[in-house]
């Protein structure tokens, strides 16, 4: 089983920076799993922003390229997305997911957290 805590977010002026991070506490199998970050803004579907594969590899969604980065620590069960030069598009909730260890489907959910770009 999987169980996601997520932390890190709130409010920043645009241009500036947060980091994210989601934790496994359950922690059984998480360095065997794919784990990606999602957003979601009002009135908009949920979007899949940064994902990391059980190997590190890592892929972004076009919009946050070369601002945004997954990283995992498997000993610490914890995924990270640093988020730097944010824009007033960048606010959303964000969730942590992370697959299903059979068919890579994202099955299990953080919370979510608030993240606010705004002057």
């Given at each position: 089983?999987?169980?996601?805590?997520?932390?890190?977010?709130?409010?920043?002026?645009?241009?500036?920076?947060?980091?994210?991070?989601?934790?496994?506490?359950?922690?059984?199998?998480?360095?065997?799993?794919?784990?990606?970050?999602?957003?979601?803004?009002?009135?908009?579907?949920?979007?899949?922003?940064?994902?990391?594969?059980?190997?590190?590899?890592?892929?972004?969604?076009?919009?946050?390229?070369?601002?945004?980065?997954?990283?995992?620590?498997?000993?610490?069960?914890?995924?990270?997305?640093?988020?730097?030069?944010?824009?007033?598009?960048?606010?959303?909730?964000?969730y942590c997911s992370a697959e299903d260890i059979r068919n890579?489907?994202?099955?299990?959910?953080?919370?979510?957290?608030?993240?606010?770009?705004?002057?």
């Amino acid at each position: 089983q999987v169980q996601l805590v997520e932390s890190g977010g709130g409010s920043v002026q645009p241009g500036g920076s947060l980091r994210l991070s989601c934790e496994d506490i359950s922690g059984s199998i998480f360095s065997l799993i794919g784990m990606g970050w999602f957003r979601q803004a009002p009135g908009k579907q949920r979007e899949l922003v940064a994902a990391i594969t059980s190997a590190g590899s890592t892929s972004y969604e076009d919009s946050v390229k070369g601002r945004f980065t997954i990283s995992r620590d498997n000993a610490k069960k914890r995924v990270y997305l640093q988020m730097n030069s944010l824009k007033p598009e960048d606010t959303a909730v964000y969730y942590c997911s992370a697959e299903d260890i059979r068919n890579r489907d994202y099955i299990y959910w953080g919370q979510g957290i608030q993240v606010t770009v705004s002057s």
